[in-house]
């Protein structure tokens, strides 16, 4: 029985030790390297006494920064994974948080790294060049349970307070073979990266690269602006596998660069994390008719993604992209307002059940709890299950759908209102790229933002005679690009702010 | 050109674009910046910037947004 993530890498490097694992393009590490340089860091990291700790990584995006996870977890450690672009209160809370001893950087971070003050500043370079302690890896190891962290991720939390979710081999084996199994990666899947490192979205392309002996490329973030020069790297790199969220995607489709520039090799696209305008979602779908599309959804509570949906069907025309099923060995309840399994085709909030659910907050209890609950439908024996605070519901194909979060689901005037109605009504317009519907709980107010062609007076005559009067925002903002989150979603907080400090319409 | 400065300016206010380059090379502007530029050029300017256009070395610096809308624009 597999207990343990690295036994991946370890057979994958004795079947194809020379392939390249990981990629800048420019630069490139095959899984003997790999392999070699995260021994020699578990060795060293061992030796210093390390052991059963947060180590935190503070490198930019590289194949290195990876071979130092697998460094970290050799050494039976967990890693915690920094970027140059958090700002300083974040790195310090995420520091309080998990309290290490040791960051390991590559060199043009070590400064900063230097600046944490911790008790050891590693340099990948100097810990990555030693000899391996092989008896010490061994022993390591043969202490190891599959149920041991290798990870902490911190999620943004909408108290502002990030939260980090601990994960552990077994979860993420678990995730890494029904994920493999169900969009059908192998040794020839070449993935294009675009998801932050310190986040657990990676995992879709870190964990089959190296499971299968697949090839993973680090796009430089820069690309992202650039969309024909994104698509001629996709086709530099023959990359035939994307798992990216959806504002990535939408940037290349939303700038016209699609047509002219369809990616040659591209033949499996996944997205998630987010709602996909139709739109877009069709633009991308004529580009690449023989492609596969694939919608995943899940929170990083449940490790990665729980559910997927292969685009195998041609939707309706205001259907939303269902998020289909379950990954094997996941199980999903919708429980409704009393804590009953939800009635036939009524929503329910999506609870997850399964070896996917994480082990929880790292030292945040209280958090813990209130997510991390025992199964309502189980009265007999102890039964972890995580409640997403999505609301979905079954459609007529038995298919999952994603309703709102439930934060999204307001009471505005005594009545219950959708938000994501509104969204959908502002784009119902063919030169309405995106909208965004949120409620201002302080002002008790919608507010809408979008980007597009028609003015805010426009689009609220529009609306006016698509939704009850009720529905209709009271602040409505055409912007010229939505803000992005670093991982790339609509960056909602921010704009909650913007409707305190404007007065509109 | 002061249009586009101004334009620039307004997305990052400390920077001096009059004599800045390197504005992709060094990271100043960003991929929501570029949405924002192009947005603001076809609204300012008139001008549409194809896919094609889009491409660092056209938005490295004021002096190269400015060359080459005078360039799309004369075309």
């Known amino acids: 029985m597999q207990k343990n993530i690295l036994e991946y890498l370890e057979k994958t490097a004795v079947r194809v030790p020379d392939k390249i694992a990981f990629s800048t393009g420019k630069e490139s590490m095959t899984f003997r390297e790999v392999q070699t340089q995260s021994r020699a860091i578990g060795s060293h990291l061992a030796s210093m006494g390390l052991y059963g700790e947060s180590v935190l990584i503070f490198m930019d995006k590289h194949p290195r920064t990876v071979t130092a996870f697998w460094g970290v977890i050799y050494a039976g450690c967990f890693y915690v994974c920094l970027d140059e672009k958090m700002p300083r209160a974040r790195i310090d809370s995420i520091i309080d948080s998990v309290k290490p001893r040791a960051v390991i950087a590559d060199k043009k971070n070590y400064k900063a790294a230097e600046a944490l003050s911790l008790e050891f500043t590693l340099l990948y370079d100097d810990i990555s060049a030693g000899d391996e302690d092989a008896d010490a890896l061994a022993s390591i190891r043969c202490r190891q349970c599959d149920t041991d962290p290798i990870y902490v991720v911190f999620t943004s939390g909408s108290t502002g307070v990030p939260k980090g979710v601990v994960a552990c081999h077994r979860s993420v084996i678990d995730y890494t073979e029904s994920l493999t199994d169900a969009l059908g990666f192998d040794e020839n899947t070449v993935f294009a990266n675009q998801t932050p490192l310190y986040f657990d979205a990676p995992l879709k392309e870190l964990m089959p690269t190296l499971k299968m002996g697949a090839t993973t490329y680090f796009v430089p973030r820069m690309l992202f602006s650039f969309p024909v020069r994104l698509v001629e790297y996709l086709d530099t790199y023959k990359i035939n596998t994307v798992c990216w969220v959806v504002s990535a995607l939408v940037q290349i489709s939303s700038l016209g660069a699609l047509e002219a520039h369809t990616p040659k090799y591209l033949t499996t696209v996944a997205f998630g994390s987010e709602v996909f305008p139709r739109k877009q979602y069709d633009l991308w779908r004529a580009a690449l008719p023989n492609a596969r599309f694939f919608n995943l959804y899940g929170p990083t509570e449940a490790t990665g993604m729980s559910c997927y949906w292969r685009a195998d069907r041609e939707l309706e025309a205001d259907e939303p992209i269902p998020v289909g099923r379950p990954f094997d060995n996941t199980d999903i309840i919708l429980l409704d307002a009393e804590n009953k399994r939800a009635e036939q085709g009524a929503e329910g909030e999506i609870c997850i059940r399964g070896t996917c659910v994480t082990m929880g907050y790292y030292n945040n209890y209280e958090r813990t709890d209130e997510a991390f609950v025992q199964n309502p439908l189980n009265s007999a024996y102890r039964e972890i299950i995580y409640r997403t605070g999505d609301i979905g519901k079954y459609n007529s194909y038995g298919e999952l759908v994603f309703v709102s979060r439930k934060d999204n689901q307001i009471k505005h005037m005594g009545h219950r209102i959708e938000l994501g109605e509104i969204e959908s009504a502002a784009m119902k317009r063919e030169d309405v790229a995106r909208a965004v519907c949120l409620y201002n709980k302080d002002k008790k107010e919608i507010a809408l933002f979008y980007v597009g062609e028609p003015d805010e007076k426009q689009m609220l005559t529009e609306l006016a005679q698509a939704l009850p009067r009720y529905m209709l925002p009271s602040y409505v903002e055409k912007m010229k690009a939505l803000p992005l989150t670093d991982n790339g979603k609509i960056d909602r907080r921010t704009l909650i702010e913007r409707t305190n400090r404007k007065e509109n319409t | ?75």
């Open chain 2, 1 to 75: 050109m002061e249009k586009v400065i101004e334009i620039l300016s307004e997305l990052h206010p400390d920077v001096d674009f009059a004599t800045a380059d390197g504005l992709i090379d060094d990271g100043v502007l960003d991929s929501l910046d570029i949405v924002s530029l192009v947005a603001e050029i076809d609204t300012e300017f008139g001008v549409t910037v194809p896919a094609e256009e889009i491409i660092p070395e056209n938005f490295n610096s004021a002096e190269a947004i400015f060359a080459m809308i005078t360039r799309l624009d004369e075309e």
